[in-house]
Nanobody, 127 residues
Framework: QVRLEESGGGLVQAGGSLRLSCTVSGSTFSRYAIGWFRQAPGKGREFVAAISRSDGWTEYADFVKGRFRISRDGAKMTVYLQMNTLGPEDTAIYYC????????????????????WGQGTQVTVSS
């Protein structure tokens, strides 16, 4: 059974950077499209970025374009979310998610399109 573990969250000042990691275990890494979502206090879970199972097709939420970058390392079975120019509005719990697919171009952007979720990692940006 596939499992996801996030790491890399923490406290950072506005304008700073963090790199989140999502490590996949228990199944074949290349089968899965991977997404990142976030949830701030009192708000719903929102899409941040996603990457296809192969060939590196990506999608980003408008509010992170140009600041965040998603990538994957097959050898390490890990997906990264590099976050730059962070602001207080980026404070949230960040979750990674996975869905198995045969479509190498599939980059889902809705929570309901994912089957497996990690426990989340807290990102706090101070002003």
């Amino acid at each position: 059974q596939v499992r996801l573990e996030e790491s890399g969250g923490g406290l950072v000042q506005a304008g700073g950077s963090l790199r989140l990691s999502c490590t996949v275990s228990g199944s074949t890494f290349s089968r899965y499209a991977i997404g990142w979502f976030r949830q701030a206090p009192g708000k719903g879970r929102e899409f941040v970025a996603a990457i296809s199972r192969s060939d590196g097709w990506t999608e980003y939420a408008d509010f992170v374009k140009g600041r965040f970058r998603i990538s994957r390392d097959g050898a390490k079975m890990t997906v990264y979310l590099q976050m730059n120019t962070l602001g207080p509005e980026d404070t949230a719990i960040y979750y990674c998610s996975a869905t198995a697919t045969n479509n190498k171009y599939y980059v889902p952007q809705r929570p309901g399109q994912y089957d497996v979720w990690g426990q989340g990692t807290q990102v706090t940006v101070s002003s």
